[in-house]
């Protein structure tokens, strides 16, 4: 019996997908109640802390949905003219196993992750933000970056990373938004005129000095696995409120937030998860000058959401290639 699965790569994904649309499909499948086998991810390093893979499975039973999504980051790779980061994902029915469709995990990955960070920003950020700071300039800032243009009216964007080449680039891509963009001489440039702040790096240590985040600004840091602290404990400690977006998950793979928990800094009664924002179960009593702090590490429930509307709307437009299995 011949098996056709669907083949969704990343430019047929783009061109299916809309970040505002997107970001209303994640708020409302997220509040739903939902029956999942949702295991802790798989992580295997290889060369020290240079190359990852990571497995990340998930049982849907609600959205009738088996997910599987493989990524590696391999940070050497930029020396040799290679991707740092591939992967895919598999989207099958949980009910029959029957696979639905191969997608580019890059693509889920960012724009789940964008649409997640932007939805915090529409919850918590002040309304009145104008200005946007970005340190790092891969794919996920980029895609954090369009999120954050949906709910806010932001008026320019400053951005910071370590290759000057990439920041270029970065600020091209930000300006073809139809937004005021240009880069920025270090990364202390960058926080002090951030109203709103994206932090999405691989780093292993601060990257940001936390006494020059403004009065007011909403933080959004992505910076995840447990050896990796892109966030200094100032910036924690300066944080009026922290959300999550899974305190499971946060305090087992976001080494900043981890070392915060040990080091006393941080409290775990005073954690929020986004979910209880969104449903309306918890009220964020926000006063203007509070410093706000999502901390995102992602969960598979996000990836099922994500590869569910990519399938979605790349079957409605015809967008895939279909491979005999």
């Avoid at 992505?222 to 009026?240: F, M, Q, S, V």
Wanted: with cysteine; aromatic share 8%; glycine share 6%.
């Amino acid at each position: 019996m011949i098996r056709l699965v669907k083949f969704i790569n990343f430019k047929a994904s783009d061109s299916v997908s809309d970040m505002g649309e997107f970001m209303n499909y994640l708020e409302r499948d997220l509040i739903r109640k939902t029956e999942y086998i949702l295991p802790m991810r798989q992580v295997i390093t290889i060369e020290e802390s240079t190359s990852v893979w990571l497995s990340m499975p998930a049982v849907d039973f609600t959205r009738d949905v088996f997910l599987v999504k493989l990524v590696s980051e391999y940070k050497k790779n930029q020396k040799i003219s290679l991707p740092k980061s591939t992967g895919l994902t598999m989207l099958a029915k949980a009910t029959t196993g029957e696979i639905l469709a191969i997608l580019d995990s890059n693509y889920v990955t960012a724009l789940r992750t964008g649409a997640l960070a932007g939805l915090c920003a529409k919850y918590v950020s002040r309304a009145d933000a104008t200005t946007l700071g970005v340190i790092g300039s891969g794919l996920e800032a980029f895609f954090l970056t369009r999120a954050m243009l949906v709910p806010r009216k932001l008026e320019k964007v400053v951005v910071f990373s370590r290759d000057p080449v990439h920041r270029k680039d970065f600020v091209d891509r930000i300006r073809k938004l139809g937004v005021d963009s240009y880069d920025a001489g270090n990364a202390n440039q960058v926080v002090d005129r951030s109203d709103i702040l994206i932090v999405a790096t691989d780093s292993e240590v601060p990257v940001i000095d936390g006494n020059h985040i403004k009065e007011g600004c909403h933080i959004s840091s992505i910076g995840t696995l447990p050896n990796r602290k892109e966030l200094d404990l100032t910036t924690i400690e300066r944080a009026n409120h922290v959300i999550l977006d899974k305190t499971e998950f946060v305090l087992k793979e976001a080494g900043d937030i981890m070392g915060a928990v040990d080091d006393g800094v941080l409290k775990l009664e005073n954690l929020v998860e986004l979910e209880d924002i969104l449903s309306k179960k918890v009220e964020i009593p926000r006063k203007e000058n509070d410093i706000t702090l999502f901390k995102s590490v992602g969960y598979a429930t996000l990836d099922v959401i994500s590869a569910k509307y990519i399938y979605e709307k790349a079957v409605f437009n015809k967008k895939y290639v279909e491979l005999d299995m």
